[in-house]
Nanobody, 116 residues
Framework: QVQLVESGGGLVQPGGSLRLSCAAS????????MGWYRQAPGIQRDLVAT?????RVNYADSVKGRFTISRDKSTVFLQMNSLEPEDTAVYYC????????????WGQGTQVTVSS
């Protein structure tokens, strides 16, 4: 979705950190839940984290304690610490009107590679 602009991906060593950002154009997106999906080659997409308009957060068990999602209205961030090779994937910003199991808007994705 052209309305979601992602940045912050890259190559990092295990144990390192990255911060992803996603800006959604249009103030209407500020009322919806935002979050992040990720997908590695040959692996189904996983919902990583979400945050509601009111700041309620939800994390996949695999990233709890390591990742932190936050937002400023229509901009969402994902701080990723203690990165592991298993975190390697394309990370997609999403906007969800009803249920983030079926996002309504997708970003183009940003590559995160964790490797020594």
């Amino acid at each position: 979705q052209v309305q979601l602009v992602e940045s912050g991906g890259g190559l990092v060593q295990p144990g390192g950190s990255l911060r992803l950002s996603c800006a959604a154009s249009g103030s209407i997106f500020s009322i919806y839940t935002m979050g992040w999906y990720r997908q590695a080659p040959g692996i189904q997409r996983d919902l990583v984290a979400t945050i509601t308009r009111g700041g309620r957060v939800n994390y996949a068990d695999s990233v709890k304690g390591r990742f932190t999602i936050s937002r400023d209205k229509s901009t969402v961030f994902l701080q990723m610490n203690s990165l592991e090779p298993e975190d390697t994937a394309v990370y997609y910003c999403i906007v969800c009107r009803i249920n983030c199991a079926n996002p309504d808007y997708w970003g183009q994705g940003t590559q995160v590679t964790v490797s020594s």
